[in-house]
């Protein structure tokens, strides 16, 4: 079910199913932020990835001498949320283990994301609560997918990724398989301005670790419109579309990466991973500001 937040001027709407972010819209200029999932090129809006983000080497990981399976992301981007807040400018989602995941995931949790419009700025707020007596492991990170170009008439070259600050950007190669090589490939040296090519993703993501930015701006050098993203406590960051002509830009904040094909597949080792004792919550932010 779709739910909607709505102000002055925006528009934002949110499904129950993986809590995702499926319209952000300037309504003044019937303006779409967010990519509408053409089946035929990339068929999500802005997934949430949990409990884990990226791949698996072989699709799996062992826990307590046991090993589980789990698919790319992991699995609440397919799982029902319940609304359990609604207000004129927040939504809040919930999703809480039941059978099936314990079959994949050995952890006993509650996650709410929680949705909320001020302005022109859009907070996107991911809450993990261990409800175990042990320690949890958990990646989690968002996925969101925006529309590039904003305007007809515009070209995908005519944008850019300007970072908050100056950069040497190394991005983490991966295999066909998704996990990561071990390689590197310098992108950008004490620069702020990332150009966008689609051919930086004949080559999976740009996946980038230990950021100085906490913030990054999408823009064109043809319009003055701006979408700004900001992503504290968020140790990596994934840049993506479909290889090949795709008009969207996925801007990815993670808590998590994929796996390495060198890992020793024991999910307390993986990298990236976060550990949460008993009864602790976990909190990350980030927003969506529309220039």
């Given at each position: 079910?779709?739910?909607y937040?709505?102000?002055?001027?925006?528009?934002?709407?949110?499904e129950?199913?993986?809590?995702?972010?499926?319209?952000?819209?300037?309504?003044?200029e019937?303006?779409?932020?967010?990519?509408?999932?053409?089946?035929?090129?990339w068929?999500?809006?802005?997934?949430?990835?949990?409990?884990?983000?990226?791949?698996?080497?072989?699709g799996?990981?062992?826990y307590?001498?046991?090993?589980?399976?789990?698919?790319r992301?992991?699995?609440?981007?397919?799982?029902?949320?319940?609304?359990?807040?609604?207000e004129?400018?927040?939504?809040?989602?919930?999703?809480?283990?039941?059978?099936?995941?314990?079959?994949?995931?050995?952890?006993?949790?509650?996650l709410?994301?929680?949705?909320?419009?001020?302005?022109?700025?859009l907070?996107?707020?991911?809450?993990?609560?261990?409800?175990?007596?042990?320690?949890?492991?958990?990646?989690?990170?968002?996925?969101?997918?925006?529309?590039?170009?904003?305007?007809?008439?515009?070209?995908?070259?005519?944008?850019?990724?300007?970072?908050?600050?100056?950069?040497?950007?190394?991005r983490?190669?991966?295999?066909?398989?998704?996990?990561?090589?071990?390689d590197?490939?310098?992108?950008?040296?004490?620069e702020?301005?990332?150009?966008?090519?689609?051919?930086?993703f004949?080559?999976?993501?740009?996946?980038?670790?230990?950021?100085?930015?906490?913030?990054?701006?999408?823009?064109?050098?043809?319009?003055?419109?701006?979408?700004?993203?900001?992503?504290?406590?968020f140790?990596?960051?994934?840049?993506?579309?479909?290889?090949?002509?795709?008009?969207?830009?996925?801007?990815?904040?993670?808590?998590?990466?994929?796996g390495?094909?060198?890992?020793?597949?024991?999910?307390?080792?993986?990298?990236?991973?976060?550990?949460?004792?008993?009864?602790?919550?976990?909190?990350?932010?980030?927003?969506?500001?529309v220039?």
């Open positions: 079910m779709l739910y937040l709505q102000n002055y001027n925006f528009r934002v709407g949110v129950s199913k993986g809590a995702e972010l499926q319209h952000f819209i300037k309504l003044d019937k303006l779409e932020l967010i990519w509408q999932a053409d089946p035929a090129i068929g999500s809006h802005a997934p949430n990835l949990f409990p884990i983000v990226g791949e698996l080497p072989e799996t990981y062992t307590d001498n046991e090993i589980f399976a789990l698919k992301h992991g699995f609440a981007r397919h799982k029902e949320f319940k609304l359990i807040e609604e004129d400018d927040k939504l809040v989602f919930e999703l809480e283990d039941d059978e099936e995941t314990l079959q994949v995931y050995p952890f006993k949790f509650r709410l994301i929680a949705y909320k419009l001020e302005k022109n700025k907070s996107v707020t991911y809450q993990v609560l261990n409800r175990n007596k042990k320690a949890m492991f958990f990646s989690i990170g968002g996925h969101p997918g925006f529309n590039v170009p904003f305007y007809p008439g515009e070209q995908y070259s005519d944008y850019f990724i300007e970072f908050e600050k100056e950069e040497t950007l190394y983490y190669l991966l295999t066909d398989d998704g996990l990561q090589s071990g590197t490939e310098r992108v950008l040296e004490q702020r301005v990332l150009p966008l090519k689609h051919g930086y004949d080559k999976d993501a740009l996946v980038f670790k230990n950021l100085h930015s906490e913030k990054l701006t999408l823009g064109s050098r043809t319009n003055q419109r701006r979408v700004e993203i900001t992503f504290p406590g140790p990596y960051l994934g840049i993506w579309a479909k290889p090949g002509p795709s008009p969207y830009v996925c801007i990815e904040p993670w808590c998590g990466i994929a390495r094909a060198d890992e020793t597949g024991e999910l307390e080792e993986k990298e990236g991973i976060n550990k949460l004792g008993p009864e602790q919550a976990f909190e990350r932010t980030y927003t969506i500001e220039l």
